[in-house]
């Protein structure tokens, strides 16, 4: 079995009103240390895969295919057996 | 993302480089020598390119659409506006518009959708009115190709997010399925207001040393060179290469709704226009507001609020970043206006002024980075009218397809489970239908229904259009569609007032399409004005095509109609057992580019016929007269799958039977005969009802308590459960 | 009677409650805005539905620390009626005046129809002019709908009887087809469906304003014992 | 400057919609591999506080009092200076 952890974020430059929403509320509550946020997706994924490769080659297509959207986001992905 | 390093004027004529924004080397010349006599730095030309794009300037279509009627005795405000505006009575005034965002749904649908949605609101807002409902209009290639259903599920998603989330509730739609929108599916989205006629905003900037206020989200380098890119065709071979993704923000855009409506309601005095930043941007709206007033404006865009560094003039410009507005503002007032837009959370910035020189002067960083008159942006664009050619499918028609048809009963049930009849209630599901409670007919009847708050009346409205009729018979397929519009606006007891239309061809550029769309503009031209229903907004959307295969072309029709009583309200659904059921029209053998041809051949073909605009127009008023004087229980319009899927369709929502019989054979049950209409009228308005309607009604059965189709024909009988049919009809979308 | 309707940016339901109020019930309602803290003049608070904030980071996170917030507190704490609907019922369980969370619905699809429901507690300031177990229908609009609670909040909800409506046929996947409850004390009401967009019959039907009546007449018993 | 990644995810105990939507889409998909998957947030916040522990401070209370709710949610999180 393997255990993949896959973190999708914004492409920088793509507007991100979630990420201002959640900034001036902080600031409303007076966090003014926080200069910065986004919120991204974060997926722990257990795969019933033959062989790491295997694996890794399905975190790639799962998330071409259906979790990540490629014209918005981008990701990063941590593989290991478990 | 798209950073240019800005070229000379120089290298801007050597290396061509307007070509890449869709400039032609005829256009460019004319500037250099006909408009400027210089040669425009890289801003200027960037501006140009993107102003006299097809999709700013119209410059394919204008001379074209000169030919919609948009008279009428009501009309309040012509195209020309941000949208058009009808008089309603009680001194109160219905705007609306439709408008695609065919491209950007089909490269990143949810998103895509979503924006299109807002984009059509702020045309309605700006007007000063307050939006009251949406309607879409969706095309999408079969079902069977996953990549289809995917545009599909995302792009109504992208609706319902952005259309839920502000409040507007979406009341009505259509979609439908063709191999011919694979690579080229349609999103069009209309967008309807109300307001007082004194409310009636134009965008205009006038009266030198007025300001210029900018407010909303901050610009970005999202979507920029849209609009050249919405009029460029897609090839296979670019897929890769497609950026510059608007993200909408459906919060932001409810604060604007709410200040920009307490401004023009309330501080009209002070507010000298007001406008979107739609296509093009920030030029478009300010050059455009400048020009209506013959006046010029100075903007400073270091003043511009800018979401990322180091922005260049190209880029503030021609961003396409959403929910943004620019006001103008009478000199001395501008406190006033900001104040207000902080009270809803937004920051308002004054970025310019109006000047008396007509020029469009930019500064950036204390430099001059364009100057260049309003006039040659706005008004100096060229027109092109292109040579039309009769395609050949229609000048030598394929023989007319008749279907044979054994069993009419399983025909019914196949029709009753393709995507294109199918209930579309997966879909609507997922919009609000109901918010701001004036909603009484709700997406699932020929027109959607909102009623008039604090006033007798309601509004119908409906959007249609066949492109297969329009792509065997632009003119008449044109006229069919605005037919169609009208048939459901009165099947929901509304007088048709107005229409709207959203224009889906090709390339312009190709004899044929063009053709189809000349003919098939004449085609509505007729049917309007004849149904008085002038045409008063609308929107083009042209380059439908890969790989030079163009989509059938596809002329939406968004209509309005006028319920003066609320009483009047009609919906499709029969109401009673033992009540008469009527057909409103005669039935011929027409099948060209019927759903019955698509399910048999797999393709369409032939000639449209017996399609009459009088028969049409004299069914429709008698059939809207038996509704004003309350004869009818129920009215159906009929359109693809014909007679037999509209009596199935009045029977499902109380789960009713049908036992009647037709001087019909088993396959023209589906012919798509136009003009035909099913209504139900109790027993005791039997004879009222036949003596108005006279030879245009026969009556053909009877609504049952016990849920079976019975239909006895000519050459066979039919014998089907209603619950089966049902259940084929709600699950052909799945 | 005086009802306050606060507006959040955001709120989209807050004119539809005042008609209701003012048009269907004929009483007196102020839209409010969600700076206000002087509550002292209504007798009843209406948390409208909507998208307040955008619905960013989670429905109803955000505007549980709206100015008004701290003065509705103190209103439900003085026992007074408050009433959250969707997005208003988001915003209760966020700000901890009710117990629960909405998730997203079991299908992750927003949902928009009319739900038939039961009234499960006729006992309640809200509730009065409805028959026990009565089967009402009313539209739901919702996207997080989908009630959760852990066992031992559901084990007490049912034990003191705050469990108020209840779906017929679940259609968001929430806890024992929950769609409004009450808190402990029975002044907060937090439910899914809208009963202000079922006032009037030409919308579809009524059973909404007889929540409405339910309060006045409460209020009305109140101030004569 | 401090960076914080926070990674909030649904309690064990509670049924996740989102993570079985996927699963399902993905099972459609044919993905037969992938035997379980969840979705959480992932915050990426940068702080401009003085020490490393009052951003420690921060990022608990923000968590607490607005990125996380407590009822079905659970968080992880890393800091570091940058
Ligand atoms: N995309 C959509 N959005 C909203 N409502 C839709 C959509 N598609 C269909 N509907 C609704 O479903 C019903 C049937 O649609 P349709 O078959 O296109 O009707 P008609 O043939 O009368 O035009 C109508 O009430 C229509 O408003
Ligand atoms: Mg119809």
Redesign the pocket.
Known sequence: MYLAKIYVSHKKSILDPQGEAIKSALHRLNYNDVNSITQGKYFITKLDSQSKSDADQTVRSICKDLLVNQNMETYQYELKEV | MLKQAEKSPEEIRDQKIYRQWGMSDNEYHTVVNKLLHRLPNFTEAGILAGMWSEHCSYKNTKPLLRHFWSKGSKVLEGPGEDAGAIDIGDNQAVIFKAESHNHPSYVEPFEGAATGVGGIIRDIFSMGARPVAL????RFGELTNQKNKFLMDRT?DG?AHYGNSIGIP???????FDSTYDKNSLVNVMCVGIENQDDLKQDKASGIGNSIIYVGAKTGRDGINGATFASNEFSDSKESDRSAVQVGDPFMEKLLVDACLDIIHHHSDILVGIQDMGAAGLVSSSAEMASKAKSGVDLNLDLVPQREPHMTPYEILLSESQERMLLCVKKGHEKTIIDIFKRFGLDGVVIGHVNNNGQYHLTQHGETVCNIPVHTIVDDVPEYTHPIIEPDRIKHPAADFVPTVNDAGQMLAKLLSQP??A???S??RQ?D?RVQTNTV????????IIRIRHTDKALAM???CNGRYVYLNPEIGGEIATS?AA??IV?GGGLPIGATDCLNFGNPEDSESYYALAKSIDGITKACKLFDTPVISGNVSLHNETDRKPIYPTPLIGMVGLIKHDDEITT?DAKHAGDLVYIVGKTYDDYSGSEIQKLIQHQISGRIKHFDLQTENKNRKLVYQSIVNHLVQSV??L??GGLGVSIA?TLFKHDFGFNGQLDLLGRQLFAETQSRYVITVAPKQKNAFEKLMGDCVKQIGQITKEPIVKIKLNDQDVNMNETDLKQKWERGLN | MRFAVISFPGSNCDRDLYYAIVDSLGEQADLISYTSTDLSKYDTILIPGGFSYGDYLRSGAIAKFAPAMKSVKAFAASGRPVIGICNGFQILTEAGLLPGTLQHNTNISFISEWEPLEVVNNKTPFTNQYQVNQKIKLPIAHGDGNYYCDDDTLKSLKQNHQIVFKYRNNPNGSVDDIAGIVNRKGNVLGMMPHPERATEKILGGQDGLTLFQSILNSIKVRSLS
């Open positions: 309607l879409d209009s969706l109504v609706i979406t009341v009505g739609g259509e979609i439908g294109t009849i209930s579309k209630q879909v609507y919009y239908s007919v709700a997406p699932g009847s020929d027109a959607g409906t959007t249609d169609e048939r459901n099947a499709q159906h319009d359109s693809e369709e």
